[in-house]
């Protein structure tokens, strides 16, 4: 974890980081782990307070060379197209960053589903992710996207992915040398929702699903069709 000693703004008697921690640990103890529009949009109000103090973002938790993966990947699952900008440039790269840094169990998850993947694809194309080619790395999400589907029907048939027990976290990874694709599986799933999530709170998603504010309302939940377009529009969204 970050060892960042910056200041953060006291809100009504509770700090910037209380904040960002509890809406954090939310994802995890939250069946499903979505966020509600106010919570993700005080992510992305931090990232952005940040951006206009220092003319960029440094992230908390994650390396450069994560980051930088962290981004490809972003706009890989929600991209641009003629309607709208893609999920980077939405900020989903440093509203994860935020997050992960204030939860431990998605620390785990994503340094070491990033670890797993630059790993796989050296295995697979000597490459590290970002240094692959677009057609390298899109086969690669499209590998786990097809093991997630598969993982999915052995459940629905009451039937356990071999060895999934040793990826419930990543703890001990690296000790042995994984022949499946048990953490990628993990990292995927939480990486395309909380990817989405990030997107569909941000000024640019809300703009893409046209959302006018139309008063008091008490509570902005996105449409289920504008997220079954992001991932439609997106190659790895369906499992």
């Given at each position: ?7 953060w ?6 700090s ?8 954090a ?7 499903g782990?979505q ?9 992305h ?11 960029t973002?440094?992230?908390?938790l994650?390396n450069?060379?994560?980051?930088k ?9 929600v991209?641009?197209d003629?309607?709208?900008?893609s ?6 790269p440093?509203?994860?960053d935020?997050?992960?840094s ?13 670890l797993w993947?630059?790993r ?31 993982e ?7 039937l356990t ?15 042995f040398?994984?022949?499946e ?10 990486l ?6 990030a997107?569909?709170?941000s ?13 008091a309302r ?20 369906q499992?």
């Open positions: 974890m970050s060892n960042n000693r910056d200041q703004v006291q809100i009504d008697g509770v910037r980081r209380d904040m960002l921690r509890n809406i640990l939310a994802l995890t103890t939250v069946a782990g966020l509600k529009l106010e919570a993700a949009q005080q992510v109000q931090h990232a952005q307070e940040e951006k206009k103090k220092t003319g973002y440094k992230p908390k994650f450069e060379r994560e980051f993966t962290l981004g490809r990947l972003a706009e890989l699952i991209p641009a003629e309607i709208s900008r999920a980077r440039d939405a900020g989903a440093e509203f994860i935020l997050l992960c204030q939860n431990q169990e998605l620390a785990v998850i994503y340094t070491g589903g990033l993947l630059d796989r694809m050296q295995k697979r194309y000597s490459v590290l992710f970002t240094e692959a080619r677009e057609d390298q790395q899109t086969a690669m999400l499209d590998l786990l996207v097809e093991a997630d589907r598969e999915q029907e052995r459940k629905s048939k009451g992915y071999e060895g999934t027990h040793r990826y419930k976290g990543f703890g001990s990874y690296g000790i040398t994984p022949s694709l048990g953490p990628g599986i993990v990292f995927f799933d939480w395309r929702k909380m990817t989405v999530d997107f569909y709170t000024e640019i998603g809300i703009k893409d699903v046209g959302y006018k504010g139309n008063g008490a509570q902005f939940e996105v449409p289920q069709e504008a997220i079954d377009y992001a991932l439609k529009r997106s190659p790895f969204g499992s």
